[in-house]
Protein backbone atom coordinates (compact mmCIF):
# COMPACT_ATOMS: atom_id res chain seq x y z
CA UNK A 1 0.00 0.00 0.00
CA UNK A 2 1.13 3.54 -0.86
CA UNK A 3 2.03 5.56 2.18
CA UNK A 4 -0.87 8.43 2.13
CA UNK A 5 1.30 12.30 1.25
CA UNK A 6 1.73 14.35 4.22
CA UNK A 7 0.50 18.15 4.52
CA UNK A 8 2.54 20.70 5.83
CA UNK A 9 1.34 22.43 9.28
CA UNK A 10 -1.02 25.65 8.66
CA UNK A 11 1.03 26.78 11.77
CA UNK A 12 1.50 30.43 10.59
CA UNK A 13 5.09 30.71 12.30
CA UNK A 14 6.18 27.52 10.19
CA UNK A 15 4.22 29.00 7.29
CA UNK A 16 6.29 32.33 7.74
CA UNK A 17 9.32 30.40 7.68
CA UNK A 18 8.71 28.15 4.68
CA UNK A 19 7.83 31.68 2.66
CA UNK A 20 10.96 32.89 3.50
CA UNK A 21 12.98 30.08 3.01
CA UNK A 22 11.24 30.53 -0.88
CA UNK A 23 11.96 33.98 -1.04
CA UNK A 24 15.35 34.06 0.24
CA UNK A 25 16.18 30.87 -1.99
CA UNK A 26 17.46 29.33 1.02
CA UNK A 27 17.14 25.34 1.98
CA UNK A 28 15.84 24.01 4.89
CA UNK A 29 19.13 21.98 5.26
CA UNK A 30 21.05 25.48 4.73
CA UNK A 31 18.96 26.63 7.75
CA UNK A 32 19.25 23.25 10.28
CA UNK A 33 23.04 23.72 9.61
CA UNK A 34 22.94 27.36 10.35
CA UNK A 35 20.80 25.92 13.81
CA UNK A 36 23.70 23.11 13.77
CA UNK A 37 20.52 20.70 14.10
CA UNK A 38 21.06 17.01 12.67
CA UNK A 39 19.75 16.74 9.43
CA UNK A 40 16.34 15.52 9.52
CA UNK A 41 14.94 18.04 12.21
CA UNK A 42 13.02 20.11 10.07
CA UNK A 43 10.59 17.55 8.36
CA UNK A 44 8.98 17.32 11.88
CA UNK A 45 8.39 20.79 12.43
CA UNK A 46 7.00 20.92 8.94
CA UNK A 47 4.75 18.39 9.21
CA UNK A 48 3.23 19.71 12.84
CA UNK A 49 4.74 16.49 14.67
CA UNK A 50 6.80 19.22 16.74
CA UNK A 51 6.98 22.73 17.80
CA UNK A 52 10.45 22.42 18.64
CA UNK A 53 11.42 25.37 16.02
CA UNK A 54 9.89 27.53 18.38
CA UNK A 55 13.46 27.70 20.65
CA UNK A 56 15.10 29.00 17.75
CA UNK A 57 13.03 32.13 16.69
CA UNK A 58 16.13 34.31 17.44
CA UNK A 59 18.46 32.52 15.36
CA UNK A 60 16.34 31.95 12.71
CA UNK A 61 15.42 35.52 12.83
CA UNK A 62 19.37 36.35 12.45
CA UNK A 63 19.24 33.44 9.73
CA UNK A 64 16.23 35.41 7.81
CA UNK A 65 17.25 38.71 8.54
CA UNK A 66 14.05 39.32 9.96
CA UNK A 67 12.54 40.46 13.42
CA UNK A 68 11.82 37.57 16.54
CA UNK A 69 8.32 39.40 16.07
CA UNK A 70 8.33 38.89 12.14
CA UNK A 71 8.63 34.92 12.87
CA UNK A 72 6.04 34.93 15.24
CA UNK A 73 3.28 37.41 14.70
CA UNK A 74 4.36 38.06 10.88
CA UNK A 75 5.04 41.75 12.32
CA UNK A 76 8.00 43.47 12.51
CA UNK A 77 7.94 45.65 15.58
CA UNK A 78 11.43 47.55 14.69
CA UNK A 79 9.39 49.37 11.57
CA UNK A 80 6.06 50.35 12.18
CA UNK A 81 4.75 49.12 8.53
CA UNK A 82 1.79 51.80 8.73
CA UNK A 83 4.70 54.30 8.49
CA UNK A 84 6.41 52.79 5.03
CA UNK A 85 5.86 54.53 1.49
CA UNK A 86 4.92 51.79 -1.23
CA UNK A 87 8.69 53.10 -1.79
CA UNK A 88 9.87 51.67 1.01
CA UNK A 89 7.42 48.36 0.94
CA UNK A 90 9.19 47.78 -2.48
CA UNK A 91 12.23 48.39 -1.28
CA UNK A 92 11.84 45.24 1.15
CA UNK A 93 9.99 42.73 -0.60
CA UNK A 94 13.11 42.90 -3.33
CA UNK A 95 15.16 43.16 -0.19
CA UNK A 96 14.12 39.87 0.47
CA UNK A 97 14.04 37.99 -3.08
CA UNK A 98 17.64 38.60 -3.45
CA UNK A 99 20.77 36.48 -3.13
CA UNK A 100 23.18 36.82 -0.19
CA UNK A 101 26.09 38.09 -2.62
CA UNK A 102 22.76 41.43 -3.72
CA UNK A 103 22.19 41.94 0.03
CA UNK A 104 25.21 41.84 0.47
CA UNK A 105 26.14 44.73 -2.24
CA UNK A 106 22.80 46.54 -1.87
CA UNK A 107 24.01 47.07 1.98
CA UNK A 108 27.76 48.06 1.07
CA UNK A 109 25.96 50.64 -1.27
CA UNK A 110 23.81 52.24 1.60
CA UNK A 111 26.19 52.53 3.98
CA UNK A 112 27.82 55.16 1.49
CA UNK A 113 25.01 57.29 1.87
CA UNK A 114 24.27 56.62 5.69
CA UNK A 115 27.79 57.50 7.36
Do not use: C, H
Not at 14 to 30: A, N, P, S, V, Y
Not at 93 to 110: C, D, F, H
Amino acid sequence: MRPTSRKVTGNPVMQRILELLKEQGKTEKELIQYLGLANGAFTPWKFGDTKGYMKYIEPMSTFFEVSPNYLLRGVDDEIKPETLSIKEIRLVQGYRKMTEKQKKNVLQTISLFTE
